[in-house]
């Protein structure tokens, strides 16, 4: 079956640094990778996607390349700020059309 | 573009009764609607598929009696809890896209409380 694995949080950042959270994945076929974003008290917004192999998915300044030899899709940002305060789920999308979601991360920024 | 409302955004009710929860497709015309339930600080799970103009599949575990779903148009899904209870409170949070397989995007969600 399907699963994703996310790096455990909590995990609490200050501002300006360089947030890498680790995503792995098991699927049958070929999945699509997502990254969406929560923040507090609201549902879930798309960050950013990747549909095949090699591709990047970039969006406010997060990225992640799908990596196929690994299995995984790290998301990385270079300078985070506070308002980039919030849960981030790594997701795939397989053969069922279903959304497998992994466990989430809570990141804080400090200013 | 892409937006997805629900409504309520906040419910409380007393044991017993029965909560409706809306999910709207605002900008596009939504063929598959995913309903989930989140539990404080824990990730997504879903509950049921819908599409529209058929009956939702329910995932295993789910009680399709006590959580209705009617996907009655490309727009629109509802979920109705019925006879809720205390342990049924939770985060819930429906998806939408337009066609089965592509991006989903998501409603802001609704939090229920039963007393």
């Known amino acids: 079956g399907n699963s994703v694995t996310q790096m455990e949080g909590p995990v609490t950042l200050s501002e300006e640094a360089f947030l890498t959270i680790n995503c792995t994945y098991t699927?049958?076929?070929?999945?699509?990778l997502f990254w969406y974003v929560q923040y507090p008290g609201e549902g879930l917004q798309l960050l950013l996607k990747?549909?095949?192999?090699?591709d990047k998915g970039s969006n406010k300044g997060f990225e992640a390349t799908y990596r196929k030899e690994t299995t995984s899709f790290h998301l990385e940002k270079g300078s985070v700020q506070v308002s980039d305060s919030a849960v981030y789920f790594c997701a795939l999308n397989s053969n069922d059309y279903k959304l497998s979601f992994g466990a989430g991360t809570t990141v804080t920024v400090r200013a | 573009g892409a937006v997805v409302s629900q409504h309520p955004s906040r419910v409380i009710c007393k044991s017993g009764t029965s909560v409706k929860i809306e999910c709207r497709s605002l900008d596009f015309q939504a063929t598959t609607m995913f309903w989930y339930r989140q539990f404080p600080k824990q990730s997504l799970m879903l509950m049921a598929t819908?599409?529209?103009?058929?009956?939702?599949?329910?995932e295993q575990g789910v009680e399709k009696d006590k959580f209705l779903i009617n996907h009655a148009s490309l727009t629109l899904s509802t979920l109705t809890v019925t006879s809720a209870h205390p342990e049924d409170s939770s985060f819930y949070i429906c998806s939408a896209s337009v066609l089965a397989g592509e991006t989903q995007y998501f409603g802001p969600g609704t939090r229920l409380l039963v007393l």
């Open positions: 699927a049958t076929g070929y999945p699509s």
């Open positions: 990747a549909t095949k192999a090699d």
């Open positions: 819908s599409n529209e103009g058929s009956k939702a599949t329910y």
